[in-house]
């Protein structure tokens, strides 16, 4: 079921065997596995069941560090959380991202992917992806072109699948009012943690409508859902009994905020007859959309101190029909919208979508022509193509959320996003590109002119907004927040959900393990509740 | 001061008549003894002469691990063994092949360097520096 605290009729006190508080990805997945398993939730989420501008200003804040990222529209407050806008790009973990690293400080989950993998399975259809196959050679039968020629010990094609993306507001909105084991409140902002007098368990937590109706979850367990910043935000903000935070006594909360660095850059020219068909475009396969990319052999990335890193073709083409210049916040809004009203829905967020098309019309009409007369004339040759990848960032404990004094509508302090982005990790990604360029010239294939100089302009990097590490996982508490059963290290039913129990980031989108971790997580809860 | 005695200068001229007859001898049969001096500069024909690879070359030359000393940077590059086998082969294409062979090699082993932002073999490179300096010696 699904109810609304601003219409008062709240009990003054919700009982559940679990409070989850968050209704993205993580929250509704937890949820409804939970229910699968026969234990009762509370589901809260702080938003209302689509865009709201007043719940959505709760999440501003201010960038204090690198400043190519967004801390208050980049995530989503309300049912459905950031899945309402996610782009849909999804790939695992790699194993080498689990692995601690002698030559990376910091680096290492207490769990591998082979625990896992079970989980990733599982999560595939809560995405609406393909069978859980990440391996070219699982593929490339049905595929329409061959993989690049490249010595596979050091540069091998890589796959990630494309969820269409799937809304979970849209997609799970039946399946929880339906639930009989499923409580949904909406409008529930969480205001503190209140932990029993004198022990280290949650007694419940107490939440609040932005008009001030109150009340209160006592559950056994709670999980704190809510994304990579808020999670964070939200145990830094419970200082009533425990001064620092909660979970924080080792001052590690908010601590190693990772994103992936989005950039577009070095160019690959391939010589004549190069067979590149499967790369620069989505292919759909039986049962699956795939994005095709390249990626350095980890043996490789632990020889030469790299971080991991998945680079994908972007065809650049002599004439500007063919290129994709057009594509900004204008574009977006129009895809949106026609996407949206094609599904027979009026779009979320309708009016900023429009004005974001009426004041880049120029750019939309652009790439409305270009799009037409791509389907008359396709282009027959890419002239070059250039590198695009969320990349991967080195544990760095400076960078990170912080408090600061300006407080939001329910007196929680705002947060301070202090992203860093150093010129070691793009030098990293420089190295990546020279391995790639030599492996394609071993090939024959071509050439590659880098696009990162040796002094790294840093402003190249943009937030993938991919919010993670902020309650980072870790067996030892003096280095993490959680425990490898994502429970926060010092308190004995607490648990976090999401990107912010990420030890380190990789290169793949997070939103499939934050799928299977939640998946995991409820197995784990079914048990232990 | 010694005294130049006659026997002293005779025995000087007859040195210098001496080495002069084995050098000149040596150099009348050195005539008939088959040896391998690969053409370096013949292998040079395979850089284009066209503006782009005169920049490679150029700027290749400011890199610290290719040699701006034209017998220097030859010998270096006649020791990769598929450019001694370029250097002898006389079918132009096979010779390109060649070349392109220890190119790929080059990369395979990451023998590469950067280049105006270019990921080059070492003897690519190399080959396109000494096409700028056999020029400015021309």
């Known amino acids: ?529 | 001061m010694g005294t130049l005695t006659r026997r002293a200068l005779l025995g000087s001229v007859g040195a210098v008549a001496l080495g002069g007859l084995a050098y000149g001898g040596s150099r009348i049969g050195c005539t008939f003894v088959p040896r391998n001096h690969p053409d370096f500069f013949s292998l040079l024909d395979v850089v284009p002469d066209d503006a782009v690879a005169r920049r490679i070359g150029r700027n290749a030359l400011t890199l610290a691990s290719i040699s701006d000393n034209l017998p220097a940077l030859s010998a270096s590059l006649t020791e990769q063994p598929l450019i001694r086998q370029a250097i002898e082969e006389s079918c132009p294409t096979a010779r390109m092949n060649l070349v392109q062979d220890q190119c790929a090699l080059d990369f395979a082993e990451m023998k590469t360097v950067v280049v105006d932002g270019w990921v080059l073999s070492e003897t690519e490179a190399s080959l396109c520096a000494a096409r700028v300096l056999g020029s400015a010696s021309a």
Not at chain 1, 211 to 225: H, I, N, P
């Open chain 1, 1 to 529: 079921m699904i109810s609304d605290l601003r219409s008062g009729s709240a009990p003054a006190e919700l009982t559940g065997d679990v409070c989850v508080v968050g209704t993205g990805p993580a929250g509704i997945t937890l949820a409804l596995e939970l229910s699968k398993k026969g234990r009762s939730v509370v589901l809260l989420e702080g938003g209302g069941a689509s865009y709201e501008a007043d719940s959505q200003s709760l999440y501003r804040g201010s960038v204090i560090g690198h400043d190519n990222i967004d801390v208050a529209n980049s995530r989503l407050r309300q049912f459905g959380g950031t899945s309402g806008h996610w782009t849909g790009m999804c790939a695992p973990l790699d194993p080498l991202d689990f692995e601690p690293r002698t030559d990376v400080a910091h680096h290492g989950w207490p769990i591998t992917r082979e625990d896992l993998n079970p989980f990733y399975a599982r999560a595939q259809s809560y995405l609406d992806l393909g069978p859980f196959k990440y391996d070219f050679a699982d593929w490339q039968a049905m595929l329409p072109g061959k993989a690049l020629p490249l010595d596979p010990a050091k540069v091998f094609t890589d796959i990630y699948q494309q969820s269409p993306p799937t809304r979970f507001a849209e997609k799970f909105d039946e399946a929880i009012k339906t639930d009989p084991r499923i409580d949904c409140w909406l409008h529930a902002n969480l205001t503190d943690i209140v932990l029993k007098d004198g022990s280290d368990a949650v007694q419940r937590v107490v939440v609040s409508t932005l008009d001030g109706r109150r009340t209160s979850v006592k559950a056994k367990t709670f999980v704190v859902a809510c994304g990579g910043i808020e999670n964070a935000r939200i145990l830094l903000n419970c200082r009533n009994q425990r001064p620092a935070g909660i979970g924080n006594q080792n001052d590690l909360v908010g601590r190693y905020y990772t994103d992936h660095m989005t950039i577009e850059t070095s160019t690959i020219l391939f010589n004549e007859g190069v067979d590149t068909a499967i790369y620069p475009e989505e292919i759909d396969v039986e049962g699956a959309r795939l994005a095709i990319g390249l990626k350095v052999n980890p043996d490789l990335v632990k020889q030469l101190h790299l971080n991991n890193n998945s680079a994908f073709l972007v065809a650049q083409y002599d004439k500007d029909v063919y290129n994709d210049d057009f594509r900004n916040y204008g574009w977006i809004g129009f895809t949106t919208m026609v996407k949206t009203f094609s599904r027979g829905h009026l779009p979320d967020r309708f009016a900023e979508h429009y004005c974001d098309v009426i004041d880049d019309f120029g750019a939309v009409a652009t790439g409305v022509y270009r799009h037409a007369v791509r389907k008359v004339a396709p282009p027959s040759r890419a002239a070059a193509f250039k590198l695009r990848q969320d990349a991967e960032q080195s544990p760095n404990p400076d960078s990170r959320v912080t408090l600061i004094a300006d407080k939001d509508p329910l007196g929680f302090n705002r947060v301070a996003l202090d992203w860093r982005v150093t010129s070691e990790d793009l030098l990293k990604l420089r190295r990546t590109h020279e391995v790639i360029g030599a492996a394609i010239g071993a090939a024959g294939l071509g050439r590659m002119q880098l696009g990162i100089s040796e002094t790294p302009d840093l402003e190249m990097a943009f937030s993938a907004y991919h919010h993670m590490g902020t309650t980072r996982m870790h067996a030892d508490p003096k280095q993490g927040v959680v425990d490898a059963d994502c429970r926060v290290h010092s308190v004995s039913n607490l648990y976090m959900a999401g990107s912010s129990t990420f030890t380190t980031g990789g290169c793949a989108n997070p939103t499939l393990t934050v799928t299977t971790l939640a998946i995991r997580l409820a197995d784990h809860l079914a048990v232990a509740v």
